[in-house]
């Protein structure tokens, strides 16, 4: 399958030239194109209209997708037990790597080498020693390094916002090793910040960078991952995590 | 072509499935799920109705808008170094795909329609590269050597048993005892654990996509696996597939459309994971940095032809598989009677017009009867949430068939319809004849073991093989009205 680059291009201009113009032939006004929304004011489902505290709403319907807030009690019920104060987020994570520490070798836990800086601020990388190896992925990480572990245990990561409306974790990656932390490992680690959530999907894709500013791939995420291929029952970690776990702070 | 279908045509398949027993199972057991999920979904919002409207609005704006939305996204996509490739028939889209994967072997798959409508895989294969479909489901009916029989739950035809077997053939390793079926959960981990290893080596990620959004240049997955998504960061090339109707105008608009898609197709309020690509991203030194090739095949392939005429509605589908889901024709003979990739109310109106831009004689014949595969109940019309009059564009086919020198063959057919002129341009004829064969009705249904009803009647022995004609009290009521007449 030999195509020189040239002819290649000739034949996508004519392709094209010939599929608009199929498509202006026809078309029964002819106008500009909307490159605004159709829509002047989003339509938004009532209860969204209605609800006042976005941290229950999206606390609840996050918990009803299977994702776990980690308190710095027990076990609490009760939503603002679920929002910790920043300076325990690093206490808080250590007590849960604790009790998943493994028998054998120490289990991995992926962050960004973009975000070291900041997670030692929060002497999170510090405080989990002895629980976990803290493990950098950078850009050059290609999946072959992978290959001896390929199920890495934990991965820690910024939420960007978290949206009421559905439960929703928003992550905008600025590289494909960003990325990697999102879908890899067993269990996905994630900070949000309380102020961060937002009530409907239109308000968090506005906050979702451009482009230009440096966006490679953004992802909406609801609860971990699953499928329900097989008879139709629902399992929980199809290829994605397992299990979504949430550091909710103030 | 790919093709399970044994029979030569919907009638001979759908007869076939009637009589499979697991697959009458595996359809009982997904049906009522699907339509309860769905429903309880739709009740727990009061304006419901305004989200479809609004959802809409968006599909018929983005159809019309087609041509110049297509123009935007290619020249934003472009600027963010992502490729644009333009694809008039599914053999251009192949001869595309085939040369961006030149000299690579490994490709993982994330779920696409348009890639099974391109038959995608066979021309991979051929090529000598080794082609791995990751959704559990589509990687299930890979294996399986088959189509899928639901856009959204291509398995759904299989049962546990089945699926286990599959797994144990292909995977190898440790045999468990003979007549025991593994747990569903034993099951996914092993496809996990599997694919996995397929994802970490793979050199190119071939995706579909639900939305092409124009303002941002970018490609919007949505899965619940995250096979998608996994397919797209692993491998150092992604190449998405994506029918040129795909495409809306701003994330504004997709946020519409996503709030009644996964609604309409599993119940959930939005897709696990909904992703956007597309973006140049930076690097680890903070500049602006590719860090992979990221390439869009737009696909035509009789699309363009359906823009602005009779067909013009069916653009906006959303493939949410509502319709399959709530079709008595679907939900009894499965998606495989249909005989290509697109089934339920939606392939019946989608297959015959996508058909006729390819070059295959036999499956357009085949499909062209998809549209007479309808008792235009309507639910297909009542739950879809654009709006789409998928029974009227039925019957408009139906036309089309008739009219045409192939329509109307065998002397059979051309008698009844000859007799069913007759009949109703005599109304006295129609009804002594009517009363009589109510009479013979009634006889017929006081044979031995079916009292009341009917089990074979001359002529339509097809449709008595699977149930019984009831003859009720209303047909008796209705012998004593027409007499009275």
Request: some cysteine; aromatic content about 4%.
């Amino acid at each position: 399958m030999a195509i020189s680059s040239e002819s290649d291009t000739r034949q996508n201009a004519e392709s094209r030239a010939r599929i608009v113009a199929r498509l202006r032939e026809t078309k029964k006004a002819k106008g500009k194109a909307h490159t605004l929304s159709v829509l002047s004011q989003p339509v938004l489902p009532k209860f969204v209209e209605r609800e006042q505290g976005k941290t229950e709403a999206f606390v609840a319907r996050a918990e009803a997708l299977s994702c776990r807030f980690l308190t710095e009690g027990k076990t609490e019920k009760k939503t603002v037990a679920k929002v910790i104060a920043k300076s325990s987020v690093s206490k808080v994570l250590r007590d849960f790597l604790a009790t998943r520490r493994g028998k054998k070798a120490l289990p991995l836990l992926l962050f960004d080498v973009l975000e070291k800086s900041y997670w030692q601020r929060l002497g999170i990388l510090k405080n989990v020693e002895g629980c976990c190896r803290p493990t950098e992925v950078s850009e050059e990480v290609e999946g072959g390094d992978f290959e001896a572990t390929p199920f890495p245990a934990f991965s820690l990561q910024r939420a960007v916002c978290a949206i009421a409306e559905t439960g929703t974790l928003v992550f905008a990656n600025r590289t494909r090793a960003q990325a990697l932390l999102t879908f890899l490992p067993t269990v996905h680690i994630v900070l949000l910040a309380e102020r961060d959530i937002v009530g409907s999907l239109e308000q968090a894709f506005v906050r979702v960078p451009s482009s230009a500013a440096g966006l490679w791939a953004c992802h909406l995420v609801s609860g971990p991952s699953r499928t329900a291929d097989i008879e139709q029952k629902l399992h929980m970690g199809a290829h994605g995590p397992k299990e979504l776990v949430v550091l909710l702070h103030r | 072509m790919t093709s399970v279908s044994s029979g030569k045509s919907f009638h001979d398949d759908a007869a076939a499935a009637l009589q499979n027993p697991s697959l009458q199972a595996a359809l009982d057991k997904a049906g009522a799920g699907f339509l309860a999920t769905r429903s309880r979904a739709f009740a727990s919002i009061e304006n419901a109705q305004a989200l479809c409207e609004a959802a809409e609005r968006v599909r018929t704006r983005a159809v019309h808008d087609m041509a110049d939305l297509l123009l935007l996204f290619e020249q934003r996509a472009r600027a963010q170094g992502v490729s644009v490739h333009w694809a008039e028939t599914a053999e251009q889209a192949r001869s595309i795909v085939l040369a961006l994967c030149a000299g690579k072997r490994r490709i993982v798959k994330g779920k696409s329609m348009a890639s099974e409508e391109i038959e995608l895989n066979e021309a991979l294969l051929q090529a000598g590269a080794e082609v791995v479909e990751t959704d559990l489901g589509e990687y299930i009916v890979q294996l399986a050597e088959e189509i899928p029989s639901h856009i959204i739950a291509p398995a759904v035809h299989k049962t546990r048993a089945q699926i286990d077997a599959l797994f144990r053939h292909h995977h190898g390793g440790r045999k468990t005892p003979e007549g025991r079926v593994r747990s569903s959960q034993t099951l996914v981990e092993e496809a996990r654990r599997i694919i996995r290893k397929k994802f970490l080596r793979a050199e190119v990620g071939i995706t579909g996509t639900n939305m092409l959004i124009a303002e941002r240049g970018a490609a919007l997955l949505l899965t619940n696996e995250g096979n998608g998504d996994l397919s797209a960061i692993m491998a150092e090339r992604h190449i998405v597939l994506a029918g040129i109707e795909r495409i809306v105008a701003s994330e504004k608009d997709a946020a519409a459309v996503l709030r009644v898609l996964a609604r309409s197709a599993t119940g959930q309020s939005l897709g696990t994971y909904v992703s956007l690509y597309g973006g140049t991203g930076r690097g680890t030194d903070g500049t602006e940095k590719p860090r992979k090739d990221m390439h869009v095949v737009l696909l035509d392939n009789g699309r363009s032809a359906m823009h602005g005429g009779p067909w013009h509605d069916m653009l906006r589908c959303i493939r949410c598989g509502a319709c399959l889901n709530h079709c008595p024709v679907y939900t009894s003979v499965g998606g495989h009677a249909y005989g290509w990739v697109y089934s339920g109310p939606m392939g019946k109106v989608l297959s015959p017009l996508l058909a006729e831009a390819g070059t295959d004689a036999r499956l357009k014949r085949r499909v062209a009867a998809l549209p007479h595969a309808s008792s235009f109940c309507g639910r297909c019309v009542e739950v879809c949430p654009v709006g789409i009059p998928l029974t009227s564009l039925m019957r408009k086919l139906r036309n089309r068939h008739f009219e045409r020198p192939q329509g109307i063959k065998g002397w059979k057919t051309r008698l009844g319809c000859l007799g069913v002129r007759l009949l109703f341009a005599h109304p006295r004829l129609y009804r002594s004849l009517l009363a009589l064969a109510l009479r013979l009705l009634k006889l017929a249904a006081r044979g031995k073991g079916h009292v009341g009803r009917v089990a074979w009647l001359p002529g339509i022995g097809g449709w008595t093989k699977t149930r019984d004609l009831p003859v009720n009290r209303s047909a008796r009521a209705a012998i004593t009205l027409l007499d009275d007449v």
